[in-house]
């Protein structure tokens, strides 16, 4: 079956460079979620998109931003990339309408230097 | 403010012993609960959920959680560990959001379990 799919998995920057990263959801899913998990840590809820419409927005830094494209798939870009905003990036993605499960990518590994 | 909560980061049992992880949560509303584990650099994997009906749901892998309104809980259980059960098991909740439909997850910090030989 087929899953959610991010790009890339790994990433490498400098301080201060921009980064993008790219969620293809599961055919059909319509709500998509952004979550970051830095070493060790839960993740915590960026944002979100529903009908590519923001839905609710977490604790993102204003330097990063996102979209949902009319084909569903997602990009959240970050900018001033700080050491901190080394993490694992993780989109998930559901249909609409209901408490569903979350279905979650393997996630994009940004490293910061 | 909603929370979830697990006590212990941290849980180490013997192969074919008892799993037990918790989790509590506060909520003004009935939540929707949930367990994702973790293997190391891999994604998150739902194991169980409940959102109504059956307090006692079963998962994959042979877990089960079981949802206790008056307790606010929702343990993870497993009745006999296994070698590849370890990894880190995060609860979750999610609740409607006001004016929309949302349902964003909230984490709790995780518990690593570890099992011996």
């Known amino acids: 079956a087929a899953g959610v799919i991010q790009s890339p998995r790994h990433l490498i920057k400098e301080k201060r460079e921009t980064a993008t990263l790219k969620c293809y959801p599961i055919?059909?899913?319509?709500?998509v979620y952004w979550y970051q998990q830095g070493p060790g840590q839960d993740p915590q809820f960026l944002i979100s998109?529903?009908?590519?419409?923001?839905?609710d927005k977490g604790s993102i830094p204003d330097r990063f931003s996102a979209q949902q494209f009319s084909d569903y798939h997602s990009e959240l870009n970050m900018s001033s990339l700080e050491l901190g905003d080394s993490a694992l990036y993780f989109c998930?993605?559901?249909?609409?309408?209901?408490?569903?499960?979350?279905?979650f990518g393997e996630g994009s590994r940004l490293t910061v230097l | 403010a909603q929370s979830v909560t697990q006590l212990g980061s941290h849980v180490s049992v013997s192969e074919g012993a008892l799993v037990l992880l918790r989790c509590n949560y506060s909520?003004?509303?009935?939540?929707?609960l949930f367990w994702y584990v973790q293997y190391p650099n891999q994604g998150l994997q739902l194991l169980l959920k409940?959102?109504?009906?059956?307090?006692l749901v079963k998962g994959i892998n042979g877990f089960e959680a079981e949802f206790k309104k008056s307790e606010t809980s929702f343990h993870l259980t497993k009745p006999s560990a296994h070698m590849s059960d370890a990894a880190e098991y995060f609860c979750?909740?999610?609740?409607?959001?006001?004016?929309?439909?949302?349902?964003?997850?909230?984490f709790g910090k995780g518990t690593l379990l570890t099992v011996n030989p």
């Open positions: 998930a993605s559901r249909t609409g309408g209901g408490p569903g499960e979350l279905f």
């Open positions: 055919p059909r899913h319509d709500t």
């Open positions: 998109f529903y009908e590519k419409m923001q839905s």
């Open positions: 909520s003004s509303v009935p939540p929707y």
């Open positions: 409940y959102t109504t009906g059956a307090t």
């Open positions: 979750a909740v999610s609740w409607r959001w006001s004016g929309g439909s949302n349902y964003k997850l909230t």
